[in-house]
């Protein structure tokens, strides 16, 4: 399985962003995924996860009330939907799956994922 994230880019605070994470290759065996991401010098930070049927879905007190995780099982594809972007946004940001399809799980840390994505850049400007 391998993942490629688009969406990011550079936008003023208060704007959206969308990003998008497709699956391809083995995709039927994507189970959780999940975004997160990194400023320069800091830890992998969680932003949001959702389970392998979208039912259950989680999200870092930073981003509750602003940031929605969506998933198309159709399509391959998770998206992270950012509204209300702070310039504390700013980093880059990673999808995650875990090549387990369990119901109802949903991943906080980095270690429940397998594959990773390249990241894109989200830049929020003041």
């Known amino acids: 399985v391998q993942l490629q994230a688009s969406g990011g880019g550079l936008v003023q605070a208060g704007d959206s962003l969308r990003l998008s994470c497709v699956a391809s290759g083995r995709s039927f065996d994507v189970g959780p995924m999940g975004w997160f991401r990194r400023v320069s010098g800091q830890e992998r930070e969680f932003v949001a996860g959702?389970?392998?049927?979208?039912?259950?879905?989680n999200y870092a007190l930073s981003a509750k009330g602003r940031f929605t995780i969506s998933r198309d099982n159709g399509e391959n594809t998770v998206t992270l939907t950012m509204n209300s972007l702070k310039p504390e946004d700013t980093a880059v940001y990673y999808c995650a799956a875990r090549t387990s399809r369990i119901s109802g799980v949903v991943y906080e840390s980095p270690a429940g994922y397998n594959i990773w994505g390249q990241g894109t850049q989200v830049t929020v400007s003041s």
């Open positions: 959702i389970s392998w049927g979208g039912t259950v879905s």
